[in-house]
């Protein structure tokens, strides 16, 4: 474990931008990290895990701390339900296909999303109709102040769409080091009703999938329209899909009928941010070394050499321009530091 200085983070974010950590150290298990914790309480740190949800504009002025802890196991089952524990520097879509492998089911619908698995219960992560919250049992967190350990429950962790107590509340003071998830045994609740993925599964002749099918689907869905980050540097999602008042968006809906939309709640509606950038112009669009992919309008990529600071300039038009021609705000998911 050696802290060193001047550090390129350049091969640790997803968008691969050129970025200095004033120092970085790499952390293996909980004995090491609570060292380093102890060893530089007054220095400011930046905990890192996979660097696929953030957006580098500038050098860190800090002690870089990435989370590298491995690991996973069954911690306890019965006849319906595995519970089992990822440390927080596994792979994300690793861990998933060890599940699928393993026959647990409950996170097939988020295969290849980038990232380790210790973040994802920060971002409550989702996609195809699935969140973390549906299977997260617990994680355990370091106390970045005095190093002792917490476990947060469910109810603790406040998950609401792309939010937890870690983004708010808690922000700044856990270092998530391990998570559990409640997965099926048996009875797998199997989710195809999005569209995308009951298209793909017909292409291909299933119609009574299993976990390894949905996820191959997925998968097939996510590399049709999702750039390949160590291709194409982008941290996925950049936005979030905005959720409106049913009264606020009628109003909106009568001038653009045409606009995509899902309810969330009697009172509440989701719009499709991917869908309302499109409609805009933007997709596929290029601002020099930054721009907007041509297969997903909501994916940021970095073209070539793009700094933090480019590509933040991008989306901010973006956001502007959705502002004045739909009324809408659109808020980024991606971590801008």
Partial sequence: MEIQNNFSLKNYNSFGIEAKAKQFVAVHNLAELKAVLEQNK????????????????????????????????????????????????????????????????????????PGNVGTTPVQNIGAYGTEIKDTFDSCEAMTIENQKMKTFTKAECHF?????????????????????????????????????????????NITNPSLKDVSNAVIAIRQSKLPDPKELGNSGSFFKNPILLKTDFEKIHQKFPEMKYYEVSETEVKVPAGWLIE???????????????????????????????????????????????????????????
């Fill in 42 to 113: 007054s220095q400011k740190k930046f905990i890192l895990g996979g660097g696929s949800n953030m957006l580098l504009t500038k050098d860190i002025e800090a002690l870089v701390i990435h989370i590298d802890l491995k690991g996973r196991k069954i911690i306890k089952e019965n006849e319906d339900f595995v519970w089992v524990e990822s440390q927080a520097g596994e792979n994300w879509h690793e861990f998933v296909i060890w599940t699928i492998y393993k026959n647990f089911g409950g996170l097939e619908n988020m295969s290849l999303i």
């Fill in 279 to 337: 409609q805009a112009g933007f997709k596929g669009k290029r601002f020099g070394n930054a721009g907007i992919h041509k297969n997903q309008a909501l994916v940021l990529v970095n073209y070539g050499n793009a700094t933090g600071q480019e590509i933040l300039d991008v989306s901010k038009e973006i956001q502007e321009t959705i502002f004045k021609t739909f009324g809408i705000h659109i808020e980024a998911e991606v971590n801008v530091i």
């Fill in 160 to 204: 609401g769409y792309r939010e937890s107590v870690f983004k708010n509340e808690a922000k700044d003071q856990y270092i998530i080091t391990s998570v559990v998830f409640k997965l099926t045994k048996r009875n797998h609740k199997i989710n195809t009703s999005y569209g995308d993925i009951a298209a793909e599964l017909a292409k291909n």
